[in-house]
């Protein structure tokens, strides 16, 4: 069966009548999706002309695609038509639904999913077309270079053979793909973590989204492992702790969500509450749009994704066990140790401890899977992986797996125990080294890793070796604008973000307090659109690493603080205190300052682009020659210069008469 709903040559297209064409399509939609019949019918009796006219006098070789689904969007796109120039995606409008932005935004994504994720697509431009049956079409931007996708083309059934001379005129001849070939080439979506759980959450196909992209492997053998680790838990009366380890961006939490969602009596516990507001706004809008009541909706994603402190006052002190027989444990590294717990919660043992105890009341099985970040340590209590150690070697009852690199580490944090003990199953499937996050390069994390370790020979081979890595710099806030309003295209999302030590931003106009905990800030931020002005695309509130961590944007605008700069070849770390810089010495602290920066440096799924202030000679707090050197730095690492901005001359004022 094709992967389209229908597809064929142009000339099979204007062969079969209407009726035939709609009657293939409404079989396919009563497979897949049985409701909302009559409008889908409808709809599809008014494009199928539109299209046949637009198409009139097109070569009869060309091939035509209608209702070609895209995993990552949920959606399918109205027709794909592959000519001999370029592959057109053509979202139709009928009746008086006209040109709108909205269309255009649909048209633009759905061409740039085909650029990024269809290995058919790769070397052909693609044309993103609205074709509407009523209003007047705006006139076309320009054409860009290849191999980018061009700005949507409005047309109507009368222009579009303009549209078509244009391509003829822009682009060389090629063969016409062959229709059946381009249908089933491999089409691996990317999604994003939002993206991920509204999919999971909806049961799609999961193996086809774990199975992402061919250079991830690992991705789909550490998802296979969870399953099976929990399948054997439940057959042979087990209780286990498995620990996934990953870099940034490398896919543990949408292994953890597969786990949650692919299986009653499960739930995603986390300690980033951001995390927790996003999912769950985005998933009751999700059922909400798919018709399912509201109240139901919000229940069940409240249920799959907790707090983990309100997991924990749920059941401290229940004697029954709960409800779940498997948690994943986002970001487990972060567990506080007993001390905080006792100081924070008046609790009298460690988060780890708490836990398992919690879980142990299950007498039959139970599974904990621990999804450990490497270097993502950004707060005081975190006890490391160390402390899941001492929790597990005191309670005999359960046995762990977890990948080699845990076993002997010289820092705590990332060590589960200092030897290999009998009770740990060493698995290497359960570590996750290539990253997903970054959709055209995986030499994001490396580039990021040796910026950091302040290695700028091994970042700028990194960058030379993979053709330029996707982090540009700028010293002008205008430009970075201007760029991240230009790169969020479609339904792409673009964001600042900064460091909420950065305290001087705000001389540049950048607050970096966001309000992490508000539940209503942080989903607007991550989920409204421009021209919401609370969105991320509003381009006004920058978010900081406490309410971005565990979440990202498609292209993210990084302004770079005072708190992290460069003296005497070294990165000196800093926190603001009264009006003056003071020096961090402690080592821990320092590290909580380094992966700030991890974090914010690896949120985008495409590109970064480094805002690094030009500072003011008459403050102290923000010299120029420190932020200078901050840019060098970069530079230097191979994050390329962004262009200014180019802003046109003033027009003559008009004269009275």
Known sequence: MTRAWWCGTLGAFRAATPETIVAALALRQAEAHPINREEQLRAWRAQIPLLRTALADAPANWSVLLEYPLLRLGKRIDAVVLTDRAVLVIEAKTGAQGFTSEGRRQADDFALDLKDFHAACRGHPIVPILLAEAGAPAPAAGWLALPYVPPVRDATATTFPGVLAELAARF????????????????????????????????????????????????????????????????????????????????????????????????????????????RAALTADARARGRSTRQARREAATAIQPVNGFLKDNKDRADPPHEHVIVFDEAQRAWDAAFGRRKFAYDDSEAGLVLDIMSRHRDWAVVVALVGIGQEINTGEAGLAEWGRALSARARWSAAAPPDVIGDADPRRS???????????????????PVRSIRTPAVAPWVEAVLAGEHHTAARIAADAG??????????????????????????AGLVCSAGARRLVADGLWPAFPHMDEQAVAHWFLARWPDVRASDALEMPATQFACQGLELDHVGLAWGGDLIRERGAWVCRRFAGSAWQTVRDPQRRAYILNTYRVLLTRARYETVLYVPPGDPDDETRSPTMFDAIATWLGDCGAAPLPPTVTPPPQAEARLL
């Open 172 to 279: 060389a001849a090629m063969p016409v793909p062959d229709v059946l070939a381009w249908d089933g080439a491999p089409y691996h979506p990317v999604p994003g973590i939002v993206e991920a759980a509204r999919m999971l959450y909806a049961r799609h196909n999961v193996p086809e989204l774990i199975a992402a992209r061919a250079d991830v492997a690992n991705l789909t053998r550490t998802a296979a492992s969870v399953q099976d680790a929990i399948a054997g838990a439940r057959t042979d009366g087990m209780h286990r702790v498995l620990v996934i380890t990953g870099i940034p961006g490398a896919g543990k939490t949408l292994c953890g969500l597969n786990a949650v969602f692919g299986q009653t009596g499960a739930a995603f516990l986390t300690g980033n509450l951001p995390l927790v507001h996003v999912m």
């Open 416 to 434: 589960l125990f200092p030897v290999a003990v009998p009770a740990l199953r060493l698995d290497q499937r359960l570590h996750l080294a290539v």
């Open 468 to 493: 330029g890595v996707p982090f540009r710099l700028t010293r002008s806030l205008a430009t970075l604008r201007a760029e991240m309003r230009g790169l969020a295209r479609g339904l792409r999302r």
